[in-house]
């Protein structure tokens, strides 16, 4: 699934709907949507912040609506963690 600046937007505006009375994380997705780059997926999911929790609840409670919706994340993290497995192999070999 292509990666378009129309999934981003999608995810950001779940993000600002989910955390719409937190001004911190509305300053994180603000923060996220001024400066993300693909590298940083595993950076933006693993941080204390609204990515994580939004993410993990809706895998939790099987939420296809808001993982369809983070499809933009879900791919880069998924492209980090295969580029850094593979790194890991190469370093035994």
């Given at each position: 699934?292509?990666?378009?600046?129309?999934?981003?937007?999608?995810?950001?505006?779940?993000?600002?709907?989910?955390?719409?009375?937190?001004?911190?994380?509305?300053?994180?997705?603000?923060?996220?949507?001024?400066?993300?780059?693909?590298?940083?997926?595993?950076?933006?999911?693993?941080?204390?912040?609204?990515?994580?929790?939004?993410?993990?609840?809706?895998?939790?409670?099987?939420?296809?609506?808001?993982?369809?919706?983070?499809?933009?994340?879900?791919?880069?993290?998924?492209q980090?963690?295969?580029n850094?497995?593979?790194?890991?192999?190469?370093?035994?070999?």
């Amino acid at each position: 699934m292509p990666i378009t600046e129309k999934a981003k937007n999608e995810m950001l505006n779940v993000s600002h709907q989910h955390d719409k009375n937190n001004i911190i994380e509305l300053e994180r997705i603000n923060e996220l949507e001024k400066t993300y780059t693909a590298d940083k997926a595993i950076f933006w999911y693993t941080r204390d912040s609204f990515l994580y929790r939004l993410l993990n609840k809706a895998f939790l409670i099987d939420d296809i609506d808001i993982i369809f919706k983070c499809r933009f994340i879900i791919i880069d993290l998924f492209q980090q963690l295969t580029n850094l497995h593979r790194e890991f192999i190469k370093s035994f070999d």
